[in-house]
Nanobody, 116 residues
Framework: QVQLVESGGGLVQPGGSLRLSCAAS????????MGWYRQSPGKQREFVAA??????TYADSVKGRFTISSDNTKNTVYLQMNSLIPEDTAVYYC???????????WGQGTQVTVSS
């Protein structure tokens, strides 16, 4: 099984930036998909961004503001978040999928709070 550890969350003012990191316990070189989801209290977990077979995808709510990337030498997936707004406040979860027919592995999440 793959273990994932998220980091980089915290409190930031509107318009600010944060970079989240997701460190995997094994090589991510040939993973089918790697991505980020988020969840606010009382709401469903929602998709944020992913890299699937080398193709990046973003939720409409974060397009132009967030960028997902990966560093295979560090077995790490990143989420660069710019121009943050209060609606971005949530627990952000990293998820990876080794193959298309196997379920996702999930990290424990990291809190992002956007407030003045």
């Amino acid at each position: 099984q793959v273990q994932l550890v998220e980091s980089g969350g915290g409190l930031v003012q509107p318009g600010g930036s944060l970079r989240l990191s997701c460190a995997a316990s094994e090589s991510i070189l040939n993973f089918y998909a790697m991505g980020w989801y988020r969840q606010s209290p009382g709401k469903q977990r929602e998709f944020v961004a992913a890299i699937t077979t080398g193709v990046t995808t973003y939720a409409d709510s974060v397009k132009g503001r967030f960028t997902i990337s990966s560093d295979n030498t560090k077995n790490t997936v990143y989420l660069q978040m710019n121009s943050l707004i209060p609606e971005d406040t949530a627990v952000y979860y990293c998820s990876v999928k080794q193959t298309s027919w196997i379920g996702n592995y999930w990290g424990q999440g990291t809190q992002v709070t956007v407030s003045s």
